[in-house]
């Protein structure tokens, strides 16, 4: 039938014989982590455009409406067909050649893009301690050639990298929220002042305050390009797909709320890397 060369010839129930399943759910949650947030950085403009109350009510009802339901959607279509390619092994089997064709080249395309937001969100931090234009052409290319070379060497090796780069992207807000308590006298530390609302609801910019929600919990549905690497079965595929969106959601609270208490203002989150100015105001050592 359509489209059952790409599945190897062996329909929609074969499975994925050829070669050795490497990611166990733990893996696949570290990779789905990386897939949709992979740190704080990226919810700043929300909180710039809404302030912190606004965006802790998306962090808890987004995830619920529009994530969870890519999960379930990728989790009952990869158990289906057990192959690597995600949509466009779908697509392809619902549609026809032609439309996986579209849908593959606008996953190349928005795949082209986003990484290369995230290498420029990387880099706009760095430039805190300030660099050069030839610094910085040379940082972007060596993030993107070491990103090339871990995913040539394998999931396994990113699985295990994802988590050691959680591990160091959320240690320093740790960190800061521990200090941020032991000198509590210094700073606001009441739910008024977190749950205050510095933008009236008639003046939230909502374009920016919902397309950055979105994008933050967006991703679930490329876990299926790994429907064929999952070993220990359905149960294993659905605790790993699953497991990174209570991950991805407690990302952003501890960051948000110590943050703010440091710096209760919706004007530095407007701001390139607040994150790092925010902190430079107690803890700066751990961010530069």
């Keep these: 039938g359509e489209g059952k060369h790409l599945l190897g010839g062996g329909g929609p129930q074969s499975d994925h014989e050829s070669g050795v399943r490497t990611l166990t759910a733990f893996k696949l949650a570290m990779i789905g982590y990386f897939l949709t947030c992979g740190g704080p950085f990226g919810i700043e403009p929300a909180i710039g455009a809404a302030g912190p109350l606004y965006v802790f009510l998306g962090i808890i009802i987004v ?17 289906l067909f057990k192959k690597n390619g995600g949509s466009v092994v779908w697509v392809q089997l619902a ?17 082209v893009a986003s990484p290369a937001a995230m290498v420029v969100l990387f880099v706009d931090y760095l430039q805190i301690n300030g660099l050069n234009w030839w610094e910085d052409i040379l940082l972007k290319f060596a993030f993107v050639l070491v990103v090339i070379l871990v995913n040539i060497v394998g999931l396994d090796l990113v699985a295990r990298l994802s988590f050691f780069f959680m591990l160091v992207i959320n240690l320093p807000f ?11 006298q210094h700073f606001d530390l009441s739910f ?3 749950f205050s609302r510095p933008i009236s609801f008639l003046d939230i910019d909502y374009g920016t305050f919902l ?17 064929g690497e999952v070993k220990g079965g359905k149960y294993s595929f659905i605790l790993g797909i699953l497991g990174g969106l209570p991950l991805a959601m407690a990302t952003y609270f501890i960051p948000i709320s110590f943050s703010w208490f440091i710096d209760p203002h919706t004007h530095i989150w407007t701001l390139d890397g607040p994150f790092t100015k925010i902190a430079s105001h107690t803890t700066s050592w751990l961010f530069h």
């Design 63 to 79: 995830p619920f409406i529009y994530s969870l339901p890519q999960a379930l959607m990728s989790a009952e279509l990869s158990l």
């Design 95 to 111: 549609f026809g050649d032609f439309l996986a064709w579209v849908n593959a080249y606008n996953f190349i395309g928005s795949y």
């Design 211 to 227: 397309s950055v929600l979105v994008y933050s919990f967006g991703g679930f549905d490329n876990l299926g390009n790994f429907a």
């Design 174 to 184: 740790y960190i800061e929220a521990v200090y941020v308590l032991i000198y509590h």
């Design 192 to 194: 008024s002042s977190l």
